[in-house]
């Protein structure tokens, strides 16, 4: 080794032994630091740092105090906008008011006028569709009598009055309807308005008519055809009855002892029919001399000769 290189390789050597050990010299007196000494200089300049710090935090806070109260004031500022505003609104509507007072008042002009006229009529709408086909309901359409002027004309049935019968009801030709097929109230029997006029004898005295013996409901007209066509004498009652005729209906005939009971007891004891208080002649032939009567002022049945006289009304089966 170069003689100089050692000699500096030493001196170095040294001087980093010297440096360590005066280090080492020197960190004791420094545990034990007193004020006044350097190490008490570092503390105050810590403290001084520290302080700096706690002051920077109070003027961020202050100024984080100061930022809420601006945001307070803005906050009073926009209720008292709100205030502001609600009270406009409140002129508005108070100004409103007035003038509408004044509008009904009539004590200032520039109100609303009145309602104009209405406008011209509309075009005529187009027609429709034409409707669905009826049903054709001839069997129902029946004469109809008016009770207030007495007329009669054709029309659609109406319930209890033409199509749906009851007993006492008026009857499709303008009769009194004194009985009701019970399983078709549109059906029935109804008696002539009034008698045929004039008393009549029973006729065809001496003779026993070919039929016209029965005597129950519903036996009448074939009755009556039987005396009609009796031979060799006349049946006056049935004829009388067999020829009349009211309202266009000419199919009347001298209803059967039976009938002519009904008629008894459902028109004249209720007082409907306008009958005569006597017997009226049946279309029940008995035997030879007599015929059946019914008396209506007593609602009992006997024989008569066929040679007297007595009331006749005609009935007919609708
Ligand atoms: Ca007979």
Redesign the pocket.
């Known amino acids: 080794m170069n003689p100089r290189i050692s000699c500096w390789l030493f001196a170095i050597s040294s001087l980093i032994l010297t440096t360590t050990f005066t280090s080492a010299a020197y960190a004791a007196p420094n545990a034990n630091a007193s004020p006044g000494g350097g190490g008490t200089a570092g503390a105050a300049a810590a403290a001084q740092a520290t302080a700096d710090g706690a002051v920077t935090d109070a003027a961020a806070a202050q100024a984080t105090a100061d930022g809420a109260v601006t945001d307070a004031a803005a906050a009073a500022a926009t209720a008292d906008g709100a205030v502001t505003d609600a009270a406009a609104a409140q002129a508005g509507v108070n100004a409103l008011e007035s003038r509408l007072d004044d509008c009904i008042a009539g004590t200032t002009t520039g109100c609303q006028g009145a309602d104009g006229q209405i406008g011209l009529t509309g075009p005529t709408g187009l027609q429709g569709p034409p409707g669905v086909d009826g049903i054709t309901r001839d069997a129902d359409i029946c004469l109809l009598f008016n009770t207030l002027n007495g007329t009669y004309s054709l029309g659609l049935p109406v319930p209890n009055y033409c199509a749906n019968y009851a007993v006492g009801d008026v009857g499709p030709a303008g009769g009194f309807v004194f009985y009701i097929d019970p399983e078709d109230s549109s059906h029935g029997l109804e008696a002539a308005p009034s008698d045929v006029g004039g008393y009549k004898s029973w006729g065809c005295t001496s003779t026993?008519?070919?039929?016209?013996?029965e005597t129950a409901v519903g036996t009448g007209k074939q009755n009556t055809a039987d005396l009609v066509a009796a031979i060799g004498c006349t049946a006056f009652a049935a004829v009388s009855a067999n020829d009349y005729s009211i309202n266009g209906f000419d199919d009347w005939f001298l209803p059967s002892l039976g009938e002519l009971n009904l008629i008894q007891q459902n028109l004249h004891l209720v007082g409907l029919g306008g009958f005569e208080n006597t017997a009226y002649w049946s279309s029940s032939?008995f035997r030879v001399f007599h015929g059946w009567k019914q008396n209506f002022n007593d609602s009992t049945q006997a024989l008569k000769p066929k040679n007297e006289i007595l009331p006749v009304r005609p009935v007919r089966a609708f």
Do not use: L
């Open positions: 026993d008519v070919v039929g016209a013996d032939e």
